[in-house]
Nanobody, 119 residues
Framework: QVQLLESGGGLVQPGGSLRLSCSAS????????WGWYRQAPGRQRELVAM???????EYVDSVKGRFTLSRDPPKNIWSLQMSSLQPEDTAVYYC?????????????WGQGTLVTVSS
């Protein structure tokens, strides 16, 4: 099994920055993607950014140039640096991994952390 623990989040003014981090424990060698999703009130959960084991990174168009996803493998931590935050970035952010174990493709979610962008 894999467990995820998020940190970061909070209230920030428009134009500000915030950093979210997620750490993984357990069978971390089974993980092949590391990412962040978000869900705003009344909206579906959407992928924000994802890093794959092949080294590729993808971002949703609305955050390109503003958010950066990075990973520190020795510490089993990955972080989402968010800059130029706007009110529409307000959402609950969830870290997420995909993993492969014994012939099964699985996914694991963090507990979610609220990001509020408001003046």
């Amino acid at each position: 099994q894999v467990q995820l623990l998020e940190s970061g989040g909070g209230l920030v003014q428009p134009g500000g920055s915030l950093r979210l981090s997620c750490s993984a424990s357990g069978d971390i060698d089974s993980i092949y993607t590391w990412g962040w999703y978000r869900q705003a009130p009344g909206r579906q959960r959407e992928l924000v950014a994802m890093l794959t084991s092949r080294g590729s990174t993808e971002y949703v168009d609305s955050v390109k140039g503003r958010f950066t996803l990075s990973r520190d493998p020795p510490k089993n931590i990955w972080s989402l640096q968010m800059s130029s935050l706007q009110p529409e970035d307000t959402a609950v952010y969830y870290c997420h991994v995909d993993r492969y174990e014994r012939g099964r493709y699985l996914e694991v979610w963090g507990q979610g952390t609220l990001v509020t962008v408001s003046s």
